[in-house]
């Protein structure tokens, strides 16, 4: 489409890779709870798609009611559509999205944790 992120890629791909850590780890803890394959691909579908949908892609997010609001401070897709804005559109680097990057990667701290405690705890 001839777009070209005003800010750098390494900003973008050094985020994404924190992201990915944080999203890999909530499919790892989600694999953890469920029994089949079947379930774990159900429920991470029905999860991602309340992500996507409450992320702010498609709408606003201070159009949304307050409960929405709060739930989309603990949604990480939240982060990454803010900052691929961020990057792309304003140019911003990594001091200017380092808070968003931390928080994800607090994310992916805890899911990754969860998701080893739990594995450890049930083998």
């Known amino acids: 489409y001839g777009i070209v992120p005003t800010g750098s890629l390494l900003t973008i791909y050094i985020f994404t890779g924190v992201y990915l850590i944080s999203i890999l780890g909530l499919g790892l803890l989600v694999s953890t709870f469920a029994n089949t394959q079947q379930q774990a691909m159900l429920l ?7 992500f996507i949908l409450l992320g702010g892609l498609y709408t606003s997010i201070d159009s949304m009611p307050q409960w929405a609001q709060t739930f989309t401070k603990f949604n990480p897709v939240t982060y990454f559509i803010e900052v691929m804005r961020m990057v792309v559109l304003k140019g911003s680097n990594l001091f ?3 808070f968003h990057l931390l928080k994800v990667l607090l994310f992916g701290l805890i899911f990754n944790g969860l998701a080893v405690w739990n594995y450890r705890k049930r083998s």
């Open 44 to 50: 991470s579908f029905f999860m991602m798609m309340i």
């Open 96 to 98: 200017d999205i380092r």
